[in-house]
């Protein structure tokens, strides 16, 4: 079965710290991928988005993203977290001909000043 | 400004009523989505709609309906037959095919059972 996997459910970092959060995959073909950022009681908010082409992708806010097919993963990166980041984070799958996206559970970043 | 505007933010039902929430988007796409967000679970996919008319049942349809009667507005009634409805709503939408753009949310409404 298709499914999108985060396995860090809360990631607490200092302001000024790198981020990483993990997302990885499984589905038949490689999927198209997204992340979304959703702030308390607030919509999910798109960052960025992956098709083809070169694996390390750009978003908005200072977000990067990489693809890797070989590890099915498709992680979000930030090099400086500032206090307004903190959020939860959502990965996402979509595939060819669908129109529907599969979610990960989420992962909820809190930021220590 | 384009957008989704969901309404209310906020939603009481008492046990036993069925309870409507609205779905508004001005930004001329085709598809539209509702999912339900519990804490822990992500997201999940109630209903879509591609197209004016036009439905389909997600992953947890069950005690919920749609209609699509405008390309603008896809609004969902929660029924008494939802037994745990108590969640975060949101509506989304999409140029034809997700994949390609992405969604578009709305801010969300937060139904509680009282």
């Known amino acids: 079965a298709q499914s999108v996997t985060q396995p860090d459910i809360h990631i607490t970092v200092s302001e000024g710290a790198s981020l990483e959060l993990r997302c990885n995959y499984s589905?038949?073909?490689?999927?198209?991928l997204f992340w979304y950022v959703q702030s308390p009681g607030q919509g999910l908010q798109l960052l960025l988005k992956y098709f083809s082409g070169d694996t390390l992708v750009q978003g908005i806010k200072g977000f990067e993203a990489e693809f890797k097919r070989s590890q099915s993963s498709f992680n979000l990166r930030k090099p400086s977290v500032h206090w307004s980041d903190a959020a939860e984070y959502f990965c996402a799958a979509a595939t060819s001909g669908t129109y529907k996206y599969i979610f990960g559970t989420g992962t909820r970043l809190k930021v220590l000043a | 400004d384009g957008g989704i505007t969901q309404s209310p933010k906020y939603l009481f039902r008492k046990e036993g009523q069925n309870v409507t929430l609205s779905c508004e988007q001005n930004?001329?796409?085709?598809?539209m989505y509702w999912y339900r967000q519990d804490p822990g679970q992500g997201l999940r996919l109630i209903y879509y709609?591609?197209?004016?008319?036009?439905?389909q049942k997600g992953d947890i349809a069950e005690g919920y309906s749609v209609s699509r009667e405008k390309k603008e507005s896809f609004p969902l009634t929660v029924t008494s037959a939802q037994k745990n409805p108590t969640a975060f709503y949101l509506c989304?939408?999409?140029?034809?095919?997700?994949?390609?753009?992405?969604?578009?949310f709305g801010s969300g409404t937060r139904l509680t059972v009282v």
């Open positions: 989304a939408s999409s140029i034809q095919g997700a994949r390609d753009y992405g969604y578009t």
């Open positions: 930004l001329n796409h085709d598809a």
């Open positions: 589905y038949g073909a490689t999927p198209y």
């Open positions: 709609s591609q197209i004016v008319n036009d439905f």
